[in-house]
């Protein structure tokens, strides 16, 4: 199984990003995708989550209204669309396809930087 995330960079206050996360060796539609993030000195925390059909969404109260995860399950792809970035959004975020505590599985993770 490979998870594998892009889309990461550097982005003034304000901009946004569009973060890409594969998923490969899975059945991809019977797993719940997630996106956390860990920024420095600080515990890895859930970002949002959408379920396996796409059905159910959840966020994170700080990024209610900015982000949106969705997925394309023809293409074995969850997106984080990211927007009105701010300082506080700095950070390593990952991806994660959970179906059960034996199937979990994450990416290395992609640096998002916001700075101006």
């Known amino acids: 199984v490979q998870v594998v995330e892009s889309g990461g960079g550097l982005v003034q206050p304000g901009g946004s990003l569009r973060l890409s996360c594969a998923a490969s060796?899975?059945?991809?539609?019977?797993?719940?995708m997630k996106w956390y993030r860990q920024a420095p000195a600080k515990e890895r925390e859930l970002v949002a989550g959408?379920?396996?059909?796409?059905?159910?969404?959840f966020y994170r109260d700080s990024v209610k209204g900015r982000f949106t995860i969705s997925r394309d399950n023809a293409k074995n792809m969850v997106y984080l669309q990211m927007n009105g970035l701010g300082l506080e959004d700095t950070a390593v975020y990952y991806c994660?396809?959970?179906?059960?505590?034996?199937?979990?599985?994450w990416g290395q993770g992609t640096q998002v930087a916001v700075s101006s």
């Open positions: 994660n396809a959970y179906r059960d505590s034996y199937h979990d599985y």
């Open positions: 060796g899975l059945t991809f539609s019977t797993y719940a």
């Open positions: 959408i379920d396996s059909v796409g059905g159910n969404k």
